[in-house]
């Protein structure tokens, strides 16, 4: 009885630490994609060109990615608890001075580039917590429904943004999000004491090993063991899709179709409500046809991305609707590809005691992809048209196909155990 007692316990505990890891990504997403949502009205206002207002995104993901690196590893040796509560805070307090800098776009590039560096303090202590703080039997339902977070935290930040810049200005884009983090950042400092003294601090030890013969393994060994070297490539991919065109559809709608800067957020923000279902999709690809195995699954996504690629080439030509539904299709398949490489897969690295450092390089890969694209999708447009920039996404998509198809045979030996590190 005792021990059923104990162990009902221990699984309420694991529930709460999870709804608060789910609490602080969710709203990490606030204080994230606000500047993304917030970009055509800081364009449309005259605010800052937009190259400039894209180099404000790109020196984020710049500084989040070469973060991830960092995070990361610390995440694998460290309390993830305190890891996530300085993330949460320093998230605060950059969305609450960021408006204040708006006289000069290099005062805002250095402020959101200093968000990006506390905001790589989250995923890697979530991940690593999911993979090794969390009851057992908890761990794959967890990985599905955190992947829920990530569209919800979206769509909130795009209908925040879109009423601030409706019924105030863009600033509140920002002051709203800060004032929401910081009841967020209560909860978790709440839950983690809470639940810390249950479950533990995930302390690791500092050195990995093979876990049947006790054997030190290098990180280089696991990437090339296990095709992470390439499918590097497709994350890489995967993240100049996903944030690249989220980043400048808000733009391309309003300047294609002629509706206000707040009508097209609120058109984006159908998208959120979509992609809800993108990691049930590819999570049910990937155990009923793919066989469990991420790379040949996300290689099919990125098949997939094509077809609503190649309808965007024709924006502008058909109803707002169909815009609005191939960028739905889209996103929702981007967000089915996010979920499989950035969390299924790294689990795997769990017992090696590297989820949190395969999480944060893999993270990484996806933000570098993000910076180069929020710049570059904006340059391209502006010098060679929307046309030209969708051309350049289908031939992406084409790379991530061979990307993760070509190294799928080798990451399905190694997921299944069948290769020896």
């Given amino acids: 009885m005792e021990q059923q007692k104990n162990k009902e316990k221990i699984l309420s505990a ?4 999870f709804v608060a890891c789910w609490a602080a990504y969710c709203a990490s997403y606030l204080g994230r994609i606000n500047y993304t949502a917030a970009l055509t009205a800081i364009v449309a206002d005259g605010v800052f060109s937009k190259s400039h207002a894209g180099f404000i995104g790109t020196v984020y993901f710049f500084c989040y990615g070469a973060g991830q690196i960092f995070s990361g590893i610390l995440g694998d040796r460290v309390s993830p608890y305190k890891m996530i509560g300085a993330g949460l805070a320093g998230t605060v307090c950059a969305n609450i001075i960021m408006p204040l800098c708006s006289s ?11 968000n990006g560096i506390v905001q790589s303090m989250l995923w890697t202590p979530v991940l690593y917590i999911i993979a090794t703080v969390l009851p057992e039997e908890q761990r794959s339902r967890a990985c599905l429904h955190i992947a829920s977070s990530f569209p919800i935290g979206s769509l909130l930040s795009y209908v925040i943004s879109a009423a601030a810049i409706k019924f105030a200005s863009w600033h509140f884009a920002f002051y709203i999000p800060a004032g929401i983090i910081t009841c967020v950042l209560v909860f978790w400092c709440i839950c983690a004491k809470k639940t810390s003294k249950i479950l533990g601090k995930g302390e690791k030890p500092s050195l990995p090993v093979h876990e049947n013969t006790g054997e ?3 990180l280089g060994k696991l990437f090339m063991i296990s095709g992470a ?7 890489l991919v995967q993240g100049m899709l996903k944030d690249g065109v989220s980043s400048w559809v808000p733009t391309l709608i309003t300047e294609k179709y002629d509706v206000s800067a707040s009508f097209s957020l609120l058109l984006s923000a159908i998208m959120p409500i979509i992609n809800l279902s993108g990691a049930w999709i590819g999570t049910k690809l990937y155990e009923k046809v793919f066989r469990l195995n991420e790379a040949a699954t996300s290689a099919f996504g990125f098949a997939m991305t094509l077809i609503p690629l190649t309808g965007m080439v024709f ?4 109803p707002i609707a169909i815009c609005v539904i191939l960028l739905a299709l889209f996103t929702t398949i981007i967000a089915a590809m996010n ?3 950035m969390t299924l897969i790294p689990v795997h690295f769990a017992k090696f005691g590297r989820a949190s450092t395969v999480g944060g390089i893999f993270n990484c890969c996806t933000y570098i992809g993000s910076a180069i694209s929020t710049y570059g999708f904006g340059a391209v447009s502006e010098k060679f048209g929307w046309t030209a920039t969708v051309v350049f996404w289908i031939i992406l998509g084409v790379i991530g196909v061979a990307a993760c198809a070509l190294p799928m045979r080798r990451y399905a030996r190694f997921a299944n155990g069948s290769d020896k590190a």
């Fill in 315 to 318: 924006v502008g030509k058909y």
């Fill in 339 to 341: 979920h499989l490489l």
């Fill in 216 to 218: 030190k393994i290098s």
């Fill in 14 to 17: 694991g529930t709460l630490i």
């Fill in 229 to 235: 070297s390439v499918i590097c490539v497709g994350v």
């Fill in 104 to 114: 000069s776009y290099i005062t805002m590039s250095i402020i959101w580039g200093l």
